[in-house]
Structure formats: C-alpha cells, structure tokens
C-alpha cells in the first residue's frame, strides 16, 4: 500500500461548482498533513496545512479524520485559477531526529476548471 | 525575500554521462531537501539535510547518486552515469529548523536520451 493515496483524476468541473479531493494516508504515525498546489511546470507551493478541528481559508476547507487516516480537500465556488494540480503531503516526524519533519507526497490530483 | 535557487533549469544528456545540479537555499534554512518528480507523479525525496549533515537518504540510488552540503548552506546532486528513468525534474526545496513549511525552488529539468 502507497504511503499517500490520491484519485489521479483528472477533475474537469465547470467554474462556479464544488470539488472535493481525498487523500488516505498509511502511517497512523502521521504527525502533520498539508495540501499544496502545483501549477503545470511549476514548482509545488504551500495551499493550506490541515488540523484535526478542520480549517478553511476563503473557499478552501480541509479537513482529517485520524481515525480513518483521511484527508480532505474542498474548494467552493471553483475558479479558472484554481485548475492546477493538488498534492496531499503527509508528515512523519523522523524520531531519531528529533525535530526534521519527513513529507510524503501522493500523486497528485489534476484539477481543470471549464469556463 | 529571495526563494531557492536551482541552476540549471534545463538540461540534456546521453545515457551514462553525468551531470550535476546545484542549489541555494532560502537564507537561515538550515534543512535543505532534494526531491526528484517524474512526470505524473508527485515529488519523491532523494536526500535530506539539517546543516551540513543527512538526515535521511533512503531512497536516494546511491550507486549512481550523490549529494552533499559541505558548508551548511548550499548543495550539490550528482547523477553519475545517468540512466533513461532519470528523466525528470529535481527539485530543491528549505526549511527553517522547526517550522514544517517548505519552499521550493523552480527545479531543474533533466532529460536523459
């Protein structure tokens, strides 16, 4: 089993609706997951860290289940500028060393918005 | 603030040639990761340093890669000989110490023919 499982897709949604990404993850000794963006040729940045309660940032809501060791990712109200591809990054802190974070990266799910 | 630099951006070899990529990162980081993506896929870590020494190169092909951060702050990836299933993009990235944010650089293209 992968360390980090996503729906490759890709997602073709038309602007203005609502997507979700999932993601499993199979370390339960998981200690931190995040969702970064990743546009064509680009390089991957930070979209938004996801904490146990749920959080939300404008459109965007992430949310885990620990207990599932899932992760979610839902975009409202989608914009052209959201077609880019959404990578699930999973953290296991390196116990011998204390402090440096390990991140895992799944696959990555396409996302492309149509006008 | 200036991000992580990567040179070069694009580069072309001949199976079994070797090539190298160099790196700075963002300055005070002092974790620096190496990734490689193959197309397609998401980013998958080659080596981690904290300052100057590893952290982690378990999937690091230590046959035919190697890296090093000699003095704490920029790197160097060696691919020697290069085989076809290199083709890929290398990419850079930095972290502060505690934080678990990290910045990647634009990455450097590789294509092994």
């Known amino acids: 089993r992968k360390e980090v499982e996503q729906d490759p897709g890709p997602f073709n949604v038309p602007e203005g609706a609502t997507v979700a990404f999932n993601c499993t993850y199979s370390?339960?000794?998981?200690?931190?997951f995040f969702w970064y963006r990743q546009d064509c040729r680009k390089e991957p940045k930070l979209l938004m860290s996801?904490?146990?309660s749920g959080n939300e940032d404008g459109r965007f809501t992430a949310q885990l289940n620990r207990a599932s060791q899932y992760i979610s990712l839902l975009i409202r109200d989608s914009k052209l500028s959201d077609s880019a591809t959404y990578l699930c990054?999973?953290?296991?802190?390196?116990?011998?060393?204390?402090?440096?974070?390990?991140?895992?990266f799944g696959t990555g799910t396409r996302l492309t918005i149509i006008p | 603030e200036a991000g992580v630099a990567q040179s070069p951006r694009y580069k072309i070899i001949e199976k079994r040639q070797s090539v190298a990529f160099w790196c700075n990162p963002i300055?005070?980081?002092?974790?620096l990761y190496w990734y490689q993506q193959i197309l397609g896929q998401g980013p998958k870590l080659l080596i981690q340093?904290?300052?100057?020494?590893?952290?982690?190169d378990s999937q690091l092909p230590k046959d035919r890669f190697s890296a090093e951060r000699l003095k704490g702050v920029d790197s160097t990836l060696k691919i020697q000989p290069a085989k076809l299933e290199d083709s890929a993009v290398y990419l850079c990235?930095?972290?502060?110490?505690?934080?678990?944010?990290?910045?990647f650089g634009e990455g450097s293209w590789l294509t092994v023919v």
């Open positions: 990235a930095s972290s502060t110490n505690s934080g678990n944010t990290i910045y």
């Open positions: 370390n339960s000794a998981s200690q931190s």
């Open positions: 996801v904490y146990s």
């Open positions: 990054v999973v953290d296991i802190q390196l116990i011998s060393n204390f402090g440096n974070e390990k991140l895992t």
């Open positions: 300055s005070g980081h002092a974790t």
């Open positions: 340093f904290q300052n100057n020494g590893v952290v982690d």
